[in-house]
């Protein structure tokens, strides 16, 4: 399965974390990743969509009150967050 492949069967608000050779080649929404999901231009997409994905880890997005003492990810932010036009909806 290619990285394009693997995109598609995503939603548009989840959150990706891709590695390549030990080395963090993006992190961030799907929707900031791929064009075809968020209208964007993304290089790293154009340079990696044909890659052979070699492992693939779902992580649900929940928020802990404790987070910080269990070490956990933080809450969203408003910066963090994709933005949506209404036609979009």
């Known amino acids: 399965?290619?990285?394009a492949d693997l995109l598609n069967t995503l939603e548009?608000?989840?959150m990706l974390r891709i590695i390549k050779g030990g080395e963090e080649m993006f992190v961030g929404y799907l929707a900031l990743f791929a064009p075809e999901v968020g209208h964007t231009?993304?290089?790293l997409?154009?340079?990696?969509k044909f890659d052979?994905?070699?492992?693939f880890r779902a992580v649900p997005e929940i928020t802990?009150?404790?987070?910080?003492e269990l070490n956990l990810?933080?809450?969203l932010r408003p910066d963090e967050t994709p933005d949506f036009k209404f036609q979009e909806l």
């Open 1 to 3: 399965m290619t990285l």
């Open 12 to 14: 548009s608000a989840d």
């Open 41 to 43: 231009n993304c290089k």
């Open 45 to 48: 997409y154009e340079q990696y």
């Open 52 to 55: 052979k994905v070699v492992k």
């Open 64 to 68: 802990h009150r404790k987070w910080k």
């Open 73 to 75: 990810m933080s809450p």
